[in-house]
Nanobody
C-alpha cells in the first residue's frame, strides 16, 4: 500500500519561504513522477512542480525561479522549496506519485493514482 505524507505547511508573509516534505512508503516503482499539486478554494487542483526518477524537474510557469523540487532517495522523501512566496500561492498542497510505465502526462492531476492528505500553505500580504 503506497502512502504519502506531506508536512511543512504553515503561514508566512509574502516574500517568505517554506519547505514542504513528502515522505513515501510502500511503492516499488523503478521509474516514476512525483508531483506537487495545489488547490486553492474554489479552484481546480493544478500542477506546481514534478520531479522524475531521473531528477529532472518540471515547473508551472507561475512558480519557475521561485520553487525547487528535490528528493532524498535514502529517506524516500521529496521536497518542495518555496521561496519568494506570494499571496496567490495560498492553497492546500498535495504530493502524488505515478509510475512512468503508463507514460503519464506529468503535470496532469488525473494521471496520478496515489495522493497524500495535503498540507496547507497560507501567504499573507
Amino acid at each position: 500500500q503506497v502512502q504519502l505524507v506531506e508536512s511543512g505547511g504553515g503561514s508566512v508573509q509574502a516574500e517568505g519561504s517554506l519547505r514542504l516534505s513528502c515522505a513515501a512508503s510502500g511503492f516499488t516503482y523503478s521509474t516514476y513522477y512525483m508531483g506537487w499539486f495545489r488547490q486553492a478554494p474554489g479552484k481546480e487542483r493544478e500542477g506546481v512542480a514534478v520531479i522524475d526518477s531521473g531528477d529532472s524537474g518540471i515547473y508551472a510557469d507561475s512558480v519557475k525561479g521561485r520553487f525547487t523540487v528535490s528528493r532524498d532517495n535514502a529517506k524516500k522523501t521529496w521536497y518542495l522549496q518555496m521561496n519568494s512566496l506570494k499571496p496567490e500561492d495560498t492553497a492546500m498542497y498535495y504530493c502524488a506519485i505515478v509510475s512512468k510505465f503508463w507514460r503519464p502526462c506529468p503535470m496532469t492531476t488525473s494521471e496520478y493514482n496515489y495522493w497524500g492528505q495535503g498540507t496547507q500553505v497560507a501567504v499573507s500580504s
